[in-house]
């Protein structure tokens, strides 16, 4: 693939950050602990896919599941920001889905190690369609969603996370340089739940303003 941004001529996909244990009603049923910063992790980039793209399950998982989020495209280099100017880093947002091998971040976690591997699997970062970040959109107020064959999964609303868009923004660019081209996953509300061959998975962002569907092989 390449890594061309297909709304932004010139401009490349960069780092792919990614928050978890954001809404509370997902740590407990993770059975995780709030923490007192953002969990952060990383996914390559060669895990993006498009609105039509196919999610496959790898060999290696038996159990893998959709993690709806708001995902934030910074649009400006962007180092130790205060929270109160971090939107102004923010170029566009959309729908993606955190694919997430289950099984293997389990045993992760119950070894200590880092998540990589279960999260960054080619084609584990499925994204929708980017619409422009303007300040009348309110990124603490948006409806995400996931549909699996029709059936909705997960129904949440930013205004639940834990650490805001701005938060987390603020704390990336403190501890690395964002840059232009940079995606931030903000993290997922309750209701993950495994994806099968054969599923089609449909992702949503307030009022359809950005839409994904993918097929799962
Ligand atoms: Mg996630």
């Known amino acids: 693939m390449d890594f061309n941004i297909p709304e932004y001529p010139g401009l490349q996909f960069g780092s792919i950050y990614c ?34 793209g196919t999610v496959r399950i790898p060999k290696q998982s038996n159990n893998v599941h959709h993690e709806v989020e708001l995902v934030l495209l910074i649009g400006s280099i962007t180092r130790n920001v205060e929270p109160g100017n971090a939107a102004h880093s923010i170029k566009a947002i959309s729908a993606g889905i955190d694919i997430t091998a289950r099984d293997l971040q389990s045993d992760a976690k119950k070894n200590g190690l880092p998540w990589t591997l279960s999260k960054g699997f080619d084609s584990f970062a499925p994204l929708g369609n980017f619409v422009n970040y303007t300040p009348d959109i309110h990124l603490g107020d948006l409806d995400i969603s996931v549909k699996v064959n029709g059936a909705t999964r997960q129904a949440g609303n930013t205004s639940h996370m834990l650490f805001s868009c701005e938060r987390i923004i603020s704390y990336l660019s403190k501890q690395f340089t964002l840059y232009p081209g940079d995606l931030i996953f903000t993290g997922t509300p309750e209701g993950v739940s495994p994806i099968l061959p054969g599923d089609t998975v449909q992702a949503s962002l307030q009022n359809n303003i950005s839409t994904l569907t993918i097929h799962v092989e």
């Open 19 to 52: 928050i978890g244990r954001n809404y509370a009603k997902h740590i407990e049923e993770m059975k995780s602990e709030v923490t007192e910063d953002p969990v952060v992790f990383l996914k390559p980039r060669s895990s993006i896919i498009f609105d039509g």
